[in-house]
């Protein structure tokens, strides 16, 4: 099983520019979650889907970030325009469902920086 | 809200000597507490969870209500342990919420 796989790995970008980062889920698995991770930081939730709602994006900087889950599979987080302060891990993980008794699986992780 | 600390950024110990991850929480409910551990070049995985009660990889954590912590312990440390460590509590809506982790080195 090939588990979260998240693309691209690395993404460098200038700053205004738009970004765009995927995900797929473990099959099957119906939550899905984006979190950021700043270096130095633990990981942090930007947004959770259930199947394609949107069920938690309380942290999700509206104002240039945006998010889909087509379909309830795969998922796309954008940013646009990229700042400086982006610069970071952006991880996608996924659970089977809620309550999911806290495990999740994580992706590799894309890692974007911004000049 | 829900917090958790890990007051350690950096802990080093020998092979052979104990080990202790320490994780202090903060939420008002009545909360589902983790350990996750990412090894070097490999993704962030679930080591394991309070309510299982259960030891991996020679890895224990009780979690104590009264002093609202979940410390991670290992009696004898291996080096393959080397890894950052992760608390993380789930609390209202199913949020998990990671602390800020804990970089552990086992020396030969």
């Known amino acids: 099983e090939a588990g979260v796989v998240q693309s691209p790995r690395y993404k460098i970008i200038e700053k205004k520019q738009p970004v765009a980062f995927w995900c797929n889920p473990i099959?099957?698995?119906?939550?899905l979650y984006w979190y950021l991770q700043n270096l130095g930081q633990g990981p942090e939730l930007l947004i959770r889907?259930?199947?394609?709602?949107?069920?938690?994006d309380s942290q999700l900087p509206k104002d240039r970030f945006s998010a889909e889950r087509l379909k309830g599979v795969d998922s796309t987080l954008k940013i646009q325009p990229a700042e400086l302060g982006d610069s970071a891990v952006y991880l996608c993980?996924?659970?089977?469902?809620?309550?999911?008794?806290?495990?999740?699986?994580f992706g590799e992780g894309s890692r974007l920086t911004v000049l | 809200a829900q917090r958790v600390t890990q007051p350690e950024k950096l802990l080093s110990v020998f092979k052979g000597a104990p080990v202790e991850l320490k994780c202090n929480y903060s939420y008002s409910g009545s909360p589902e507490l983790f350990w996750y551990v990412q090894y070097s070049r490999q993704r962030l995985q679930l080591l394991l969870r309070?309510?299982s009660r259960e030891s991996i990889k020679g890895f224990t954590a009780d979690l104590n209500k009264g002093e609202t912590s979940f410390h991670l312990k290992k009696p004898f440390a291996q080096e393959e342990d080397s890894a950052m460590y992760y608390c993380a509590l789930e609390g209202s809506n199913y949020k998990l919420t990671f602390g800020k982790g804990t970089l552990l080195t086992v020396n030969p």
């Open positions: 099959s099957g698995h119906n939550t």
């Open positions: 993980a996924s659970s089977l469902g809620t309550p999911n008794t806290g495990e999740l699986f």
């Open positions: 309070h309510i």
């Open positions: 889907y259930e199947n394609e709602e949107a069920v938690d």
